[in-house]
T-cell receptor
């Protein structure tokens, strides 16, 4: 069975500083990994994905993620945080089994960016 | 934003009543999903559809049923609502398998008293 862990319930960072939101995964075979962001009273928005290839993946809004196979991690990063980045972030792993792809989500990390 | 509409956006109902939530898409995507979001659990898959009239169970399917009679509509039904089904429900759609991201609607907040 696949699983995703987001070890931090909340990450606090000052605007302008770099941010990292951590994610580790467990899956058999090659992983398809995703990051999503959720703003209040909204659905999840797709940020970026890792399928294969370059270990550094670039996504929307200046976010990027680093895939590390040996550590089974897929941490989300941004060089300079903005107050508007404050939101709930979810890491997910995709498993193709049977009739569809199924996403398994982590429990989410709340990012708080302050002035 | 992907063309996904969930209705209603909010609903309050009583234990034991039937409830149906609707997801409507304008993207003509083959795959549709229903999730529930609860604190401390992230999102958990309830049911999904891989085509018209083709559905299957997810990890938390007990107490829920689904139907898909048209490509664009995916209905989630709680036959007899219980307080444990109070949650925020999200519909998602996807073009394909594996590496294709899912795109989410804005959710339905359901309270069962």
């Amino acid at each position: 069975a696949q699983s995703v862990a987001q070890p931090e319930d909340q990450v606090n960072v000052a605007e302008g500083n770099p941010l990292t939101v951590k994610c580790t995964y467990s899956v058999s075979g090659n992983p398809y990994l995703f990051w999503y962001v959720q703003y209040p009273n909204r659905g999840l928005q797709f940020l970026l994905k890792y399928i294969t290839g370059d270990n550094l993946v670039k996504g929307s809004y200046g976010f990027e993620a680093e895939f590390n196979k040996s550590q089974t991690s897929f941490h989300l990063k941004k060089p300079s945080a903005l107050v508007s980045d404050s939101a709930l972030y979810f890491c997910a792993v995709s498993h193709v089994g049977g009739t569809a792809s199924k996403l398994t989500f982590g429990t989410g990390t709340r990012l708080q960016v302050t002035l | 934003d992907a063309g996904i509409t969930q209705s209603p956006r909010h609903k309050v109902t009583e234990t034991g009543t039937p409830v149906t939530l609707r997801c409507h898409q304008t993207e003509n995507h083959r795959y549709m999903y229903w999730y529930r979001q609860d604190p401390g659990h992230g999102l958990r898959l309830i049911h999904y559809s891989y085509g018209v009239k083709d559905t299957d169970k997810g990890e938390v399917s007990d107490g829920y049923s689904v139907s898909r009679s048209k490509t664009e509509d995916f209905l989630l039904t709680l036959e007899s609502a219980t307080s444990s089904q109070t949650s925020v429900y999200f519909c998602a759609i996807s073009r394909g398998l594996g590496d294709q991201p899912q795109h989410f609607g804005d959710g339905t907040r359901l309270s069962i008293l």
